[in-house]
Nanobody, 129 residues
């Protein structure tokens, strides 16, 4: 069982930065075996992949729309994952979810929502021009 809680969302102007954190309530062992990801969703659209990081923290994958602007990281000792979002654009406005895949193999970094077993409740990011 993995309970995830996001924090750090809010309002930013275009070009500014925000940092999202995801804290897990689970054992350190379980957390270290999870692949982790951020997804986002706007009303009326499907949940969209943003970024993911593998179990060791060395493998990272980004959606083309955020590549070069967003950076994902994880701290297995603190059982936390973060998303640093720089140069925010209006199209980044969404509800952001963190997710965990407890069945991840070491080399795998899933990018589809069906691969993830546990989800947080979401944190809203709003970007104004």
């Amino acid at each position: 069982q993995v309970h995830l809680v996001e924090s750090g969302g809010g309002l930013a102007q275009a070009g500014q930065s925000l940092r999202l954190d995801c804290t897990a309530s689970t054992s350190a062992y379980t957390f270290s075996r999870c692949a982790l990801a951020w997804f986002r969703q706007v009303p009326g659209k499907e949940r969209e992949f943003v970024a993911a990081v593998g179990r060791s923290g060395k493998g990272m994958v980004y959606a083309d729309s955020v590549k070069g602007r967003f950076a994902i990281s994880r701290d297995n000792d603190k059982k936390m994952m973060s998303l640093q979002m720089n140069n925010l654009q209006r199209e980044d406005k969404a509800l952001y979810y963190c997710a965990a895949d407890v069945n991840a193999i070491m080399s795998n970094v899933p990018t589809t929502s069906r691969d993830y077993d546990y989800w947080g409740q979401g944190t809203q990011v709003t970007v104004s021009s």
